[in-house]
């Protein structure tokens, strides 16, 4: 979704620095964001789907996405609403349970999950 709004409508990001309760964010959003809306949403968006591919996977690599997971949530949690918070939050803190008790093993990675 990142990328398609990217293409189409880079200024919409903007927008953000009215949503956050954060000066130093709005302040980001406001000077060098502006200025390079492309790369830094480019780069984002491409993290996302990595983060969205290692969700899939197993061991190291599911345990790299997580880590990149709740990084990326904490850092839009001050976006507020903007960011859907407090869903943010909350989906950082399960991922940061999941990590904790190495849940790597997801009912969609067994063999005894039954299609429905």
């Keep these: 979704m990142n990328w398609q709004t990217l293409l189409r409508t880079p200024q919409v990001y903007l927008e953000y620095a009215d949503y956050t309760w954060s000066g130093a964010y709005r302040n980001f959003i406001n000077g060098w964001f502006s200025r390079h809306i492309e790369f830094a949403v480019g780069l984002i968006a491409t993290c996302q789907g990595a983060i969205a591919l290692s969700m899939l996977l197993y061991g190291k690599l599911f345990r790299a ?11 839009i949690t001050p976006f507020g609403m903007g960011s859907g918070f407090p869903a943010t939050a909350i989906m950082a803190l399960g991922l940061i349970l999941i990590l904790r008790k190495h849940s790597d093993n997801f009912i969609w990675r067994s063999q005894k999950a039954v299609a429905i």
Aim: glycine share 18%.
């Design 65 to 75: 996405g997580a880590i990149g997971a709740v990084v990326f949530l904490l850092a």
